[in-house]
């Protein structure tokens, strides 16, 4: 569950970033105009310019051949299979229609 649980962290830590920004952007809003800071703020509207991401999950379904130790298992067919199913996941979210359809949140984020 490792691997699961660090892409939980790495989707909350991006969207703590982001968040972060947003909050950037939206204090350099309230600034006073005549600041002697006009290199700092270009610098700071640059590194928080708005976008939208979307992150999609891919969570490997253990088959149920599979034993326990298989976190330990690199083979290469091994590998190849768990490829493949990963391809074959990324395919099929990205043809569903939630997928499509998707809404960003106020950040610029559909997870």
């Known amino acids: ?9 790495n989707t909350d830590k991006n969207i ?8 950037m952007r939206r204090s350099i809003q309230t ?3 005549g600041l002697d800071l006009e290199e700092d703020l270009t610098f700071l509207r640059q590194v928080t310019h708005e976008n939208v991401i ?9 088959k149920s051949c599979e034993g326990n130790a298989t976190d330990d298992e ?3 067919v091994t590998m190849q299979e768990h490829w493949q199913a990963g391809l074959d996941d990324a395919v099929r979210s ?5 997928w499509r359809e998707r809404a960003h949140d106020a950040d610029g984020i559909a997870v």
């Open 1 to 9: 569950m490792r691997t699961s649980s660090r892409t939980r962290l």
């Open 16 to 23: 703590g970033v982001r968040q972060a920004k947003r909050a």
């Open 31 to 33: 600034l006073p105009p």
């Open 54 to 62: 979307t992150m999609k999950q891919l969570i490997y379904r253990q």
């Open 74 to 76: 690199f083979s290469r």
């Open 94 to 98: 990205l043809r569903h229609r939630r």
